[in-house]
């Protein structure tokens, strides 16, 4: 059974950092790319970040050079250190690979 099981998120203030973390079980982690998504209230599922089975990353401009993508291969953990939060960060936040999604975690960034 395929599971990514998320943990981390919460609250913070604007400017503050939080970290994200995704824990991938039941299949070969280095079968697919991983990435990270987020969802606010009323608005479309956007893309943030994804890392390959390369390394190699990239980010939507909008959290360009705040968040950084990485993964621990041996731990098939997956991470997402955001950094400067805004108050328009505020989202459910999932990771995910080409078939299977996380449970989904809030991150709330006040003003």
């Known amino acids: 059974q395929v599971n990514l099981v998320q943990s981390g998120g919460g609250s913070v203030q604007s400017g503050g950092s939080l970290r994200l973390s995704c824990a991938a079980s039941?299949?070969?982690?280095?079968?697919?790319?991983m990435g990270w998504f987020r969802q606010a209230p009323g608005k479309e599922r956007e893309g943030l970040a994804a890392?390959?089975?390369?390394?190699?990353?990239t980010y939507a401009d909008s959290v360009k050079g705040r968040f950084t993508i990485s993964q621990d291969d041996a731990k098939k953990m997956l991470y997402l250190q955001m950094n400067s939060l805004k108050p328009e960060d505020t989202a459910m936040y999932y990771c995910?690979?080409?078939?299977?999604w996380g449970q989904g975690t809030q991150v709330t960034v006040s003003s």
């Open positions: 995910a690979n080409a078939r299977y």
């Open positions: 039941g299949y070969i982690y280095s079968q697919y790319s």
């Open positions: 890392i390959f089975s390369d390394g190699t990353t």
